[in-house]
């Protein structure tokens, strides 16, 4: 019908009827598109909203009363009691855990850790001046700190994001915890959980020193790691010596792939693609998560990030990711690559 | 005989160590190792500490939630004096 009618020796049918069939073209192809795009695609381009009232947060915080046997923690806050208490530490983890929660679901609709809801359940006060925090497996843990050292290990909202992206990424890409794919983990959780700070903080590219667990560590000059600088968050720790992590690839360091090994330097190298992330969100500009942030989502939700991916991987998908959503040419693209090129990857 | 708790692991992964003087026959040596030796490790937890313990020329991945009543002191004041190994 359009074609005679665009034959029309009236040029107004005429004209009329191209616009027509244009638009009907438009129409047909979109719902073409929309017909075959994952639930994956459908987030990025920003379809999948949220549903009002159809998520909230739960969340359990329990003391170990430092010690470690995680089952005879007492519980002392949660969501649907919202319980007065003391605990700094205990403030801390609803504080952080809020933040993280906050962050996934109002930015990519993210349901909890699982994006099923799930009960985010966080442990202080665990073992005896113990310097650490962990994900294992449904929990995170966190320990008081040496006190000469380190701090609570809860005094940073990072860190509390960092641990909470480890269970983000277990149930995406479950990417293995040793070697490329190992230091790829720990990276999206620093890359995250500089982000939640941010955001949080509402601190833009240029005004965040971009450095993790900076309470965490004792002493003005010491933070636990630097996106900016990797190498750098401790110089000449008295105790500690100075922070290992490289910046470049051609610096990546080879260790064993067992416990005395950091499976592989996964905290060490992370440095590299945390470094590749910071020249990305920075040449960008802005807010980091607006942008890069939702670029790094977008790959850590992808399937096509295998459980064994390497630091080239990650850096292909990011590149076709920022390219889908800005543009081939776009600048957020050339950020993009301009962050694996400086990172030498 | 000198024992050694050696910690890894971690946030920040960084080495601590303690040293102990016992008097523990070889039969119980192996006891002990066999009670505390770590289930094979599926997957790291993530960020997670992991204890060894050295005896002699040998390491072995322990599990300290596994170690028997009698010897709980004496692995309470190892834990207590880990001392970090730049």
């Given amino acids: 019908m359009f074609a005679r009618l665009m034959e029309s020796g009236n040029k107004k049918i005429a004209d009329m009827a191209v616009r027509s069939n244009f638009r009907s073209f438009r129409f047909r192809n979109d719902r073409i598109f929309f017909q075959k795009a994952s639930l994956h695609d459908k987030t990025i381009l920003g379809l999948i ?25 007492t519980l002392i806050w949660d969501t649907k009691n919202n319980q007065k208490i003391t605990s700094v530490a205990g403030k801390n983890v609803i504080r952080g855990g809020k933040a993280s929660w906050d962050f996934y679901s109002d930015l990519f609709g993210r349901n909890s850790i699982d994006n099923k809801g799930l009960m985010i359940k966080q442990y202080v006060h665990y073992d005896k001046g113990m310097d650490n925090a962990y994900w294992d497996g449904r929990r995170m843990v966190y320990g008081d700190g040496d006190g000469a050292v380190f701090t609570s290990f809860t005094s940073d909202i990072d860190v509390i994001g960092h641990e909470l992206t480890h269970g983000v990424t277990e149930n995406e890409a479950n990417l293995n915890y040793e070697n490329q794919a190992g230091a790829l983990n720990e990276s999206f959780s620093d890359i995250f959980g500089i982000m939640i700070k941010q955001k949080y903080d509402n601190q833009d590219v240029k005004k965040s020193n971009w450095l993790i667990g900076e309470k965490v560590m004792v002493g003005p000059r010491y933070a636990l790691r630097s996106l900016k600088a990797p190498g750098t968050a401790y110089i000449d720790h008295p105790e500690l010596g100075t922070d290992p992590q490289p910046a470049t690839m051609d610096k990546y360091q080879n260790l064993p792939n067992n416990e005395s090994g950091d499976w ?27 942008k890069a942030g939702r670029i790094w989502y977008a790959v850590l939700t992808d399937t096509a990030l295998v459980q064994n991916a390497e630091f080239v991987d990650v850096k292909n998908l990011t590149i076709s990711h920022a390219e889908k959503m800005f543009g081939i040419n776009s600048s957020e693209s050339k950020a993009v690559r301009q962050g694996w090129d400086e990172a030498k990857v | ?48 500490h992991y204890y060894l313990l050295d005896i002699g020329t040998k390491s072995t991945l322990v599990d300290l939630e596994k170690v028997p009543d009698e010897y709980k002191a004496l692995f309470s004041k190892l834990k207590d004096d880990l001392k970090i190994i730049k």
């Fill in chain 1, 264 to 290: 592989g330097g996964v905290h060490i190298n992370s440095g590299i693609t945390n470094f590749a992330f910071y020249v990305a969100a920075f040449n960008i500009g802005g807010y980091a998560w607006e």
């Fill in chain 2, 1 to 48: 005989m000198k024992i050694k708790l050696i910690r890894t692991g971690g946030f920040l992964p960084i080495t601590r160590e303690a040293e102990a003087d016992v008097n523990l026959s070889d039969k119980q040596v192996k006891q002990l190792l066999e009670i505390i030796q770590h289930d094979r490790i599926p997957s790291p937890i993530k960020d997670g």
């Fill in chain 1, 49 to 73: 909203t949220k549903e009002p009232g159809k998520k909230s947060m739960q969340m359990e915080v329990y003391d170990c009363k430092q010690k470690t046997d995680l089952a005879t923690a």
